[in-house]
């Protein structure tokens, strides 16, 4: 029997998704005025809106600010809950840092592969760079996710903070490295090949089980959550919710662990025809409502309109 239960939450993953690739090297990626408009009109549906990105949360400032929303925002890839507003500063819901007893293991790991270190923090991330292209990685880095790195010294300056929410290596090899940092680290850290680097964090901290806590907090079944990504961070989030939306242009690992794959990918609007298609008309429209796992999204998708 259907309930009344109605879809609550909606979380999208940030580069790759929500944001619109950028135009160039020179630029960043961006929020469209289209999109913005769209989660503005979610968050007044009363549908809870949240971002859910590997970013950490000084670099996700100036797009909340765009957004003139107030919302739950998961970031570090899930190793921190922050509700975030426009020009006020950031309120701490949940964190998980990396134990202070394996940040030893992945600096050596690190020198051995001879990568440059990212230690981010809970209000700013910081650098070692020794090798002569590490400069340049950290500089391609930073315009990535849109903040400055203060540049240390030495690893002991590293060593000497407190224990960060994830570490991150810089690396034009991301996929291979990830796989060698698994074989030396073992299971005292979960690591995430990303676009450039990869990243260290604590055992069975990612944006799924940061959408479970989320969700919990909000008073929101986990099963009437939507979610959108397209990176392999985003796979435990796209498989622990009641429907999980793949782009386009997500890896074939992620479209494998989403319910649906989009039509789109995160250019020409993508993430909003996406929006549009998954919770009004693809659903309805092609026969694919025996596919949804929960009888909540069923009854939701079917009513709502914003």
């Given amino acids: 029997m259907i309930n009344d239960i109605r879809l609550h939450l909606i979380a999208t993953d940030m580069d790759g ?10 630029v960043t990626a961006h929020l469209s005025d289209y999109s913005i408009s769209t989660a503005r009109g979610l968050a007044a549906a009363g549908i809870v809106f949240s971002i859910a990105t590997g970013r950490p949360a000084p670099a996700l400032q100036p797009h909340v600010d ?20 426009p020009g006020v500063p950031s309120t701490l819901l949940w964190q998980s840092a990396l134990p202070s ?13 001879q990568l440059c270190i990212s230690y981010a923090l809970f209000d700013r991330s910081v650098a070692f760079c020794s090798g002569a292209l590490h400069p340049e990685l950290l500089q391609q ?14 690893k002991a300056e590293l060593l000497a903070l407190s224990p960060p929410l994830k570490i991150v290596l810089l690396t034009r090899s991301p996929d291979d490295v990830a796989i060698r940092a698994r074989a030396h ?35 929101v079944p986990l099963d009437s959550a939507l979610t959108f990504g397209d990176g392999l961070n985003d796979i435990e989030m796209l498989r622990v919710s009641g429907l999980g939306v793949a782009m386009s ?58």
């Fill in 185 to 219: 680290l073992g299971d005292f850290v979960d690591v995430v090949s990303a676009e450039m680097h990869i990243e260290f964090l604590r055992p069975g901290v990612n944006k799924g089980s940061a959408l479970a806590w989320l969700c919990e907090n909000e008073g």
């Fill in 141 to 154: 880095y930073m315009r990535l996710e849109g903040i400055e790195q203060q540049v240390l010294e030495s």
């Fill in 101 to 113: 007893h394996v940040l030893p293991a992945i600096i050596e790991f690190a020198e051995t592969e």
């Fill in 249 to 306: 242009n997500a890896k074939p690992a992620v479209k494998d662990a989403a319910n649906i794959t989009s039509a789109y990918g995160n250019e020409m609007e993508g993430w909003l025809e996406s929006v549009n298609d998954y919770a009004m008309k693809v659903v309805c429209c092609l026969g694919l409502m025996d596919s949804l796992p929960s009888p909540a999204l069923k009854h939701d998708l079917l009513s709502v309109v914003w």
């Fill in 17 to 26: 998704t929500f944001l619109a690739p950028p135009a160039s090297e020179e």
């Fill in 66 to 85: 765009a957004l003139g929303l107030e919302l739950p925002c998961i970031c570090f890839n899930g190793a921190a809950i922050l509700r975030m507003a």
